[in-house]
């Protein structure tokens, strides 16, 4: 079992372990539509409905203080990883006219802004590299939304995100939180354990789970945890590198 000291647990588990291997099997089965309609269906649960928009709202309302720590003028690109469809990049763009947004997921799309791409290795599909479709020297924020959580290796993730991106480059991850739960489970082989109750979420329990899974420095912007609905658990954290 690889283990890091304080905040994820991996599988251990031989066929589950085979089974969740970068990710495929869970998010994508190229001939199993199944889960890619889940997804779609609950990406248009929260960018379409009228629940939805209170968390779009806070969303919103941290992603521009994310906004503030970008030192250029003009459009500002944005990444977002495991995006599912094209709504969250609708979102992004309808918040400023300076943002550029633009998606990575394992789920084919029909619009060219969503590409179909594995963010642990940053391949397409077809095994290239996806710096053939994306110009990740140009990218001033990524954006994840309950995607760490879903990786087979963190650590690759963030290995091959940084060496693709700029050092200045700033990040805006939105993490769940399951109180009092155990993990992994098969859907969530890289549990965040600084999520297991809200007291344990701060700058410094996030810092240190950042430097164990990635060999870079980070330097911790903000973390929030919004309790205006109670219905909303979700995480919220800055950071740069």
Not at 47 to 59: A, R, S
Request: proline content about 3%; aromatic content about 12%.
């Amino acid at each position: 079992m690889k283990k890091f000291k304080t905040y994820t647990l991996f599988h251990d588990i031989q066929a589950e372990t085979q089974a969740l291997r970068l990710n495929e099997s869970y998010q994508y089965q190229p001939h199993d539509y199944t889960h890619v309609m889940t997804r779609k269906r609950r990406s248009d649960e929260k960018f379409l409905t009228v629940e939805g928009k209170f968390q779009l709202g806070i969303i919103k309302k941290h992603f521009m203080r994310a906004v503030e720590n970008i030192q250029k003028e003009g459009k500002i690109n944005v990444l977002c990883l495991g995006c599912r469809d094209i709504n969250e990049i609708e979102f992004f763009e309808s918040i400023d006219d300076r943002i550029n947004a633009i998606g990575i997921d394992l789920a084919p799309s029909n619009d060219n802004r969503v590409i179909q791409g594995n963010v642990e290795t940053f391949t397409q599909s077809n095994g290239r590299s996806l710096q053939e479709l994306i110009d990740f020297n140009s990218i001033d924020i990524v954006f994840s939304s309950h995607n760490l959580e879903h990786l087979s290796n963190p650590s690759l993730h963030f290995k091959n995100l940084l060496n693709l991106v700029r050092k200045d480059t700033v990040y805006y991850f939105i993490l769940p939180c399951w109180c009092g739960e155990v993990g992994p489970t098969i859907g969530h082989p890289a549990f965040i354990h600084c999520t297991l109750d809200y007291d344990h979420y701060t700058p410094a329990a996030f810092k240190e789970f950042l430097d164990e899974i990635t060999d870079s420095d980070s330097k911790i912007l903000f973390t929030e945890i919004d309790f205006a609905n109670p219905a909303v658990k979700d995480l919220y954290s800055c950071f740069k590198f």
